[in-house]
């Protein structure tokens, strides 16, 4: 059994990820199938539960040496113990035998009927399927505890302590990271909490959109994202507090006072609302201060009291993003228009409030000029005046745009697994081979994340997690998988 998991003080610098030579490859971005291919002379792979998979590439990253328990689901979950692996912990994700994850299931499927999403938020993970709602998987959970730095969950709160797996219910060392609708207190705890619903309660589906019409949605699961990400934060800050060399003398009396130190960890508690919530900039502030009269609205493709900032249509058709708020910014940006005259030289235009006062003039003659001009020679005149405006991509630009490619945004993800095969028909037995999916970020210098692995089958560790990490025999597994717990 691992007895200490903590990275050592000096790591040497992994490659960033390993790249497989490939003829075929699936291509995704976002959980977005973009084009796929398959080697048909590849023998389909044994399906046996109880096989070995291949060994895995070591990790890299500023996170390598670190254990992660990830009992996430979905979208957020996924997300916060993607993160994590991406930078080089090893997560151990557990799954309901049978039917796995729903995020396996949804949007666009590879060949092997398994999600390209899933393909992209599960990487670098090892899986294996317990039962929770059974005493033999709980106890499972509690032995890999022993064993591991963070546990990640994001199930309705009071879920995991009526399962005896609650806080108080494993080692102090760990960090439990926690993400739900509404956070652990409170009176709308209980609640279930979808990214849907929790978006309009933190305040964000108020401020988006039109004053006119139904609160917009954006085609991305936003609030879930956020919360993971927030998650994935929290949980790094309290690893670094418990192992991290001034652990014990930092903030001292806080310390002292919460009992959280040198080699004790913390819950994480992450809410999708609040995630939104912490995005409202200075709306709380703007509220109080006006004797509670300011209310930010929707603003459609403005954004409230910063003046100019928008979305204008050229005369190709094509709409381009134009940001010339701040004062150096708006003299080069009226000047560059052929309206010098509502420079900071005006009183007029002088100040931010002043812009704001004659809004209306400012976008007349902006949308005038746009109107007149392609939108590449908007975006080269504007970006020649040391304006930022740009263009609105779809997925299909964005792969085709050289700026993210020369930033490593595109990687390939080798699916090592020995049950990655497919067939499109009764007499074709194919292999996939790698999936394409997006650069997790931000971008490290020093100590970069990447991708090793596309998200494997389900169960694919199970056996040599057992193994490896709590010393069972094959006999003992095989136990485990008759009695359904595995």
Request: charged share 20%; with cysteine; glycine share 10%.
């Amino acid at each position: 059994m691992v007895t200490s998991l903590l990275p050592t003080a000096a790591r040497s610098l992994a490659l960033r990820h390993t790249q497989l030579e490939t003829k075929y490859c699936i291509t995704s971005l976002f959980s977005n199938a973009v084009s796929f291919s398959t080697n048909s002379s590849v023998e389909k792979a044994s399906s046996s539960s109880s096989s070995s998979p291949p060994p895995l590439p070591p990790p890299s990253g500023p996170l390598a040496g670190y254990k992660v328990l990830d009992l996430g689901q979905v979208v957020a979950g996924n997300f916060a113990s993607g993160l994590l692996a991406y930078f080089g912990a090893d997560v151990i994700k557990i799954e309901p035998p049978g039917r796995g994850d729903a995020l396996r299931h949804l949007r666009d499927l590879d060949p092997t009927g398994t999600s390209l999403w899933w393909r992209s938020y599960g990487r670098n993970r090892r899986c294996i399927t317990v039962d929770l709602h059974q005493e033999q998987g709980r106890e499972i959970v509690k032995k890999l505890a022993q064993n591991v730095d963070v546990i990640v969950e994001n199930f309705r709160p009071g879920v995991m302590e009526k399962w005896g797996l609650g806080p108080n219910d494993l080692p102090p060392h760990l960090i439990y990271t926690r993400i739900s609708g509404y956070g652990q207190t409170g009176p709308k705890a209980p609640l279930p909490g979808y990214a849907s619903v929790c978006e309009a309660y933190g305040g964000f589906r108020y401020v988006n959109g039109y004053a006119d019409r139904a609160p917009v949605r954006p085609n991305i699961s936003l609030g879930d994202s956020l919360a993971g990400l927030h998650a994935a934060f929290g949980a790094v800050m309290a690893l670094l507090q418990r192992d991290g060399p001034h652990s014990s003398s930092r903030n001292g009396a806080a310390v002292a006072k919460s009992a959280v130190g040198k080699g004790f960890g913390q819950v994480v508690d992450a809410a999708i609302s609040e995630s939104l919530f912490n995005m409202l900039e200075g709306c709380v502030s703007e509220y109080v201060a006006s004797g509670k009269k300011t209310i930010r609205p929707p603003s459609g493709s403005t954004i409230t009291a910063v003046v100019p900032s928008g979305c204008w249509k050229a005369k190709d058709g094509t709409y381009v993003i134009i940001g010339g708020n701040g004062n150096s910014v708006y003299n080069r940006l009226m000047t560059a228009i052929g309206h010098p005259e509502m420079g900071l030289e005006n009183p007029l235009y002088a100040t931010d409030s002043k812009r704001v006062e004659n809004e209306a003039q400012i976008v007349e003659a902006i949308e005038k000029w746009v109107a007149a001009n392609s939108s590449e020679r908007v975006m080269a005149v504007l970006n020649e005046a040391r304006v930022p405006a740009g263009p609105i991509l779809s997925i299909k630009d964005i792969m085709e745009e050289e700026q993210y490619k020369a930033r490593g945004m595109f990687e390939s993800a080798p699916l090592f697994s020995s049950n990655m095969t497919g067939s499109n028909s009764s007499s074709t037995s194919e292999m996939v081979e790698s999936v394409t999916v997006p650069a997790m970020l931000p971008v490290l210098h020093g100590t970069p994340g990447g991708t090793r692995w596309a998200g494997p089958e389900l169960g694919e560790h199970t056996d040599v997690v057992l193994r490896e990490l709590l010393g069972m025999t094959e006999a003992e597994i095989e136990e485990l998988r008759t009695l359904g717990a595995i």
